[in-house]
């Protein structure tokens, strides 16, 4: 809870609020058209790189790691309104992003993209951390199945509805059409 | 506290690890070497900007927010070694900074910054925030005279002592020769 007695939500951009696992898989499909891939809703890892064959891992990472490609992910469908909607609803809404580390690029990218979907207020909303346990707030909404770090958490954590996290139990799980029902915003 | 009961403590970037002010007075009496300067040693305010008068300020704003402004900041003396003394103390040691809005490379080189001096580790160790009352801690060293945000701070204000603070009454002053001491580390 803030000084003025709001509820913080944290939200993640990766996954959550920038569709990157959508957006990765049509580049990925674009510059190696020939190599294997994994559909959207077969995806059982979090991360990407993990999820295919080490052969191909190299080539994965050049995807992610081409200049341009945070700043062009496509928004998760409903999250740009969620994000209004729940600051309308006087939420101190969040966004709290680890960078990917060895992309330099990423960063000023992640800072771009929300400046560009969501405006100069949201930048200033934005923390970027590779550890959330030291972020406070009353929610952590994650599409990560497991979010750890050095510090007991303050918030609640939230699954984000993704394939690749759906054996996880987790009394909150969320999509952006039913987030505010859920946690009875 | 952490998970582990090490004490956290933030390290603010600019003007406490990274000798913002030194290096923004050479470049400007390189830049504009027949314009009016402002001694370190005479400075009132925290913010450079505020110091200036007003018809030189477009003038101030072009020297930081020349690209590799960031990058080539000189480490504040004994901070690199504080840093990693701390680490070595066994508390846990975290960058918390402030991006300059409105120059999108402030982010990316502050982190390239970190990466040069301290080394992947502390890249990790660094928090992004434009209100440091979000981040949980034990200390936060910070040079600004005041720091406000939206919460009641988890943490203890210590001073970076500095010309433009030494008005403010605070329990905690510190310099990086007698930091340990005041903190009873």
């Given at each position: 809870?803030?000084?003025?007695?709001?509820?913080?939500?944290?939200?993640?951009?990766?996954?959550?609020?920038?569709?990157?696992?959508?957006?990765?898989?049509?580049?990925?499909?674009?510059?190696?058209?020939?190599?294997?891939?994994?559909?959207?809703?077969?995806?059982?890892?979090?991360?990407?790189?993990?999820?295919?064959?080490?052969?191909?891992?190299?080539?994965?990472?050049?995807?992610?790691?081409?200049?341009?490609?945070?700043i062009n992910i496509p928004p998760m469908p409903g999250a740009i309104a969620a994000m209004r909607e729940g600051l309308a609803l006087d939420y101190d809404m969040r966004i709290c992003t680890s960078p990917l580390t060895g992309n330099p690029n990423c960063i000023k990218e992640k800072m771009e993209w929300i400046e560009k979907h969501?405006?100069?207020?949201?930048?200033?909303?934005?923390?970027?951390?590779?550890?959330?346990?030291?972020?406070?707030?009353?929610?952590?909404?994650?599409?990560?199945?497991?979010?750890?770090?050095?510090?007991?958490?303050?918030?609640?954590?939230?699954?984000?509805?993704?394939?690749?996290?759906?054996?996880?139990?987790?009394?909150?799980?969320?999509?952006?059409?039913?987030?505010?029902?859920?946690?009875?915003?």
């Amino acid at each position: 809870m803030n000084a003025l007695g709001k509820k913080i939500i944290l939200v993640d951009q990766d996954g959550v609020l920038a569709d990157f696992e959508k957006y990765f898989l049509l580049e990925w499909r674009k510059k190696y058209p020939d190599d294997f891939f994994v559909p959207l809703e077969k995806r059982q890892l979090s991360r990407v790189f993990d999820e295919y064959p080490e052969n191909l891992r190299h080539k994965v990472s050049t995807v992610y790691m081409a200049p341009g490609f945070f700043i062009n992910i496509p928004p998760m469908p409903g999250a740009i309104a969620a994000m209004r909607e729940g600051l309308a609803l006087d939420y101190d809404m969040r966004i709290c992003t680890s960078p990917l580390t060895g992309n330099p690029n990423c960063i000023k990218e992640k800072m771009e993209w929300i400046e560009k979907h969501l405006g100069k207020d949201f930048t200033r909303r934005t923390l970027v951390t590779s550890d959330k346990t030291l972020v406070r707030g009353n929610y952590l909404i994650d599409d990560k199945p497991v979010v750890t770090g050095t510090c007991i958490p303050e918030w609640e954590r939230v699954i984000f509805d993704a394939p690749y996290n759906r054996k996880i139990q987790n009394p909150l799980r969320v999509t952006w059409d039913n987030w505010k029902q859920v946690l009875w915003l």
